[in-house]
């Protein structure tokens, strides 16, 4: 028997990360769960609209997207917690800038340089489009054939009903397998 809980949002968990922008000749950062994929392209970041981040994103157009792993989960938290209303978050990482001024965080396994290309706004929310123009990893984190290998770079999880990190699991299988020995009526 399932019970209804009414119209909950419970897509979770997903992968949090750290959103870096230029705020002049300093950076910011925000820790973000709610993240989506929009095609192969794009990706989307939903932030409210309170947010100090926000305002930069707007005029620059330029973000970075920083995987968090279990190393930098402290420093992750701490910019999910305090906005840059009121402190100085600009030192939290260490960080090289790209060519396109987003700032890169160096301790994050896998970054993503993005430019924003829309804004698709709700009630509270901005919810930015963005293209990837770039992507680094750590190389300790690729397979043989170059491929990010998501054994090795565990991204940490959120869900946001218990309000916890979790972590990545066991592979259960390839993708395409279980489905081709599946039988109707088995
Ligand atoms: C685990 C976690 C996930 C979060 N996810 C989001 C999110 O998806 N969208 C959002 O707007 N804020 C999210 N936040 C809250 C912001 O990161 C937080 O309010 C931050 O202080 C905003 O910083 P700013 O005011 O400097 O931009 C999250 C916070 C935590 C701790």
Not at 136 to 151: A, H, P
Request: negative net charge.
């Amino acid at each position: 028997m399932k019970k209804s809980l009414g119209s909950v949002l419970a897509l979770y968990p997903t992968p949090v990360a750290i959103i870096g922008v230029m705020n002049q000749d300093k950076p910011t950062w925000m820790l973000v769960g709610h993240v989506g994929i929009i095609g192969h392209d794009k990706i989307l970041l939903s932030l409210h609209k309170i947010h100090y981040t926000n305002k930069f994103i707007r005029q620059n157009n330029r973000l970075s997207v920083n995987i968090v792993d279990e190393n930098i989960l402290p420093q992750a938290d701490y910019v999910g917690i305090n906005s840059g209303i009121n402190v100085d978050k600009s030192d939290v990482f260490v960080y090289t800038l790209s060519e396109n001024n987003t700032p890169l965080i160096d301790a994050s396994p896998l970054t993503m340089d993005c430019l924003v290309v829309d804004n698709y706004e709700t009630d509270n929310f901005d919810n930015f489009v963005c293209t990837i123009e770039n992507t680094f990893v750590e190389e300790s984190m690729l397979d043989e054939k170059n491929k990010v290998d998501y054994r090795r770079l565990k991204p940490v999880l959120f869900e946001m009903p218990t309000y916890s990190y979790l972590r990545t699991g066991d592979v259960i299988e390839r993708g395409g397998i279980l489905g081709k020995n599946w039988k109707k009526g088995a």
